[in-house]
């Protein structure tokens, strides 16, 4: 927790900044100092505070911004989102070329090390880029100059042996203080006798364990009691949330109902009736919104775009709900989604960045699908794809990635904490007449 959400993006800021205990001297500007001036460092905070609204709720805490707030209390979940989730993306446009793949196999590293299952060839990968991360750490920013030895932290060396700590411990999120600092605050705010605090203390605690052996038995008391009122249950713990339709209607749309029927293989001449509901709740508890009844959700923040367990091409789908339905054709609850789809991502992008940065374009009308619902598999924020200046001045690049998007995925998505979990699931338990 420490290293990679405070000790590691606190000293390459550090750095970047030319700040604090690395500050150096030099005669000729270093290209790894690049946030050393106020306009530039200014502009990058409001660039990593603008990306708020494309993050879902269930993300977390999103970073504010670091050009006010970085010694103000930043907290180590939101070092985690600004470097490791969208680091590829707000240090794109400061960073040198070179420099900038450097950070991308550290940002590899760190997201596969975060991952709730690894691989043995993620972890045979990881370790071979951490030490060409470090090899290189040194050759690019020390460079054998005295003046700076103190960039070589420990926490830079400690880096090379996460993996194989990671064979040794297992993953990270079963190590790192998250849940303890959570628990921790959990049960102290449960104690409501301060006479006798400990002993209170540990009943609750006593209690906390004796439920959660009870739901590791039965896994599904873990879900049920948090559901609103008219959820429907469509199995393998997915639930559809209201808001919904009262009545079944037929699609508004021509594109929608023909690619229904082309899904569905209904007769051109069979009348096609659906109902539509907002919301989906993951069995990882991430809540999906929709287009339909989202638009944002608390805070101004985005829960439509999800990854999907599909692959096409090789690559991962991910698409934006426009709502999801049922229909009567089926005996049983059964559930799909009205997606648009996004783009591949760019291959030169994705393979110059160590596969951390997914930029593609959505695809309206011509990405439409319909899948079932249980074919989603999290949430994901799409944000907006940050161009260079000298990028921003050649027409050619700047009309290839006009409204591209990035996506960033939850770290530590498989040990997900509840914050912003309750609003979603109770905030529009209606039925809808219109």
């Known amino acids: 927790m420490h290293l990679c959400s405070l000790n590691i993006p606190q000293h390459l800021l550090a750095i970047w900044r030319n700040a604090g205990e690395t500050k150096i001297r030099f005669d000729i500007k270093p290209d790894f100092i ?4 106020n306009d530039v460092w200014k502009a990058h905070g409001e660039l990593v505070a603008s990306m708020k609204p494309y993050l879902p709720t269930s993300f977390d805490r999103p970073p504010r911004n670091p050009a006010l707030k970085i010694n103000s209390g930043f907290k180590a979940c939101e070092f985690l989102l600004y470097f490791w989730a969208l680091g590829p993306v707000v240090f794109r446009p400061l960073l040198p070329h070179h420099l900038w793949t450097h950070f ?6 760190t997201r596969i090390i975060h991952q709730r299952t690894i691989t043995r060839q993620q972890l045979e990968i990881a370790h071979k880029l951490i030490l060409e991360w470090e090899a290189e750490f040194e050759y690019r920013y020390y460079a054998r100059d005295l003046s700076r030895l103190h960039y ?3 926490c830079i060396h400690a880096m090379i042996h996460t993996a194989h700590e990671t ?3 297992g993953p990270l999120n079963l190590l790192a203080q998250w849940s303890l600092e959570n628990t921790i605050g959990n049960l102290g705010r449960e104690v409501r006798q301060p006479s006798n605090a400990f002993s209170n203390l540990a009943e609750r605690g006593l209690l906390r364990a004796q439920q959660n052996a009870l739901m590791a038995v039965l896994p599904e008391l873990a879900i049920c009691s948090h559901l609103p009122r008219g959820a429907l249950s469509l199995g393998s713990y997915y639930y559809l949330l209201r808001a919904c339709e009262r009545h079944e209607k037929k ?5 929608e109902e023909a690619v229904i029927r082309r899904v569905l293989r209904l007769s051109p001449n069979s009348t096609i009736l659906i109902r539509k509901w907002a919301r989906l709740l993951l069995p990882n508890q991430q809540v999906a919104r929709s287009l339909w009844r989202d ?4 805070d101004g ?8 367990k599909l692959s ?5 789908v991910f698409a934006e709900v426009m709502y999801y339905f049922t229909t009567t054709f089926f005996e049983h609850p059964h559930a799909f989604a009205m997606i648009s789809t996004y783009s591949n991502p760019d291959a030169d992008l994705l393979s110059k960045s160590h596969n951390t940065l997914w930029v593609s374009k959505h695809l309206g009308v011509h990405g439409l699908h319909v899948i079932d619902a249980k074919e989603i598999e999290s949430v994901v924020a799409m944000v907006p794809f940050a161009l260079k200046e000298e990028e921003k001045n050649n027409r050619e690049i700047r009309q290839k990635y006009s409204n591209s998007v990035c996506m960033i995925e939850k770290p530590f998505l498989g040990d997900f904490l509840s914050t912003g979990l309750s609003e979603e699931l109770g905030n529009e338990d209606g039925v809808i007449d219109n």
Do not use: F, W
Not at 34 to 37: A, M, Y
Not at 295 to 298: D, E, F, I, Q, T
Not at 301 to 308: A, D, E, H
């Open 251 to 255: 699609p508004q749309i021509d594109a």
């Open 312 to 316: 096409a091409n090789g690559y991962t």
């Open 104 to 109: 991308c196999k550290l940002v590899c590293v």
């Open 152 to 154: 070589v932290r420990l």
């Open 167 to 169: 064979i040794r411990c």
């Open 301 to 308: 923040r985005t829960s439509r775009n999800v990854k999907l």
């Open 295 to 298: 638009g944002r959700a608390v």
């Open 34 to 37: 690049i946030l050393d001036h």
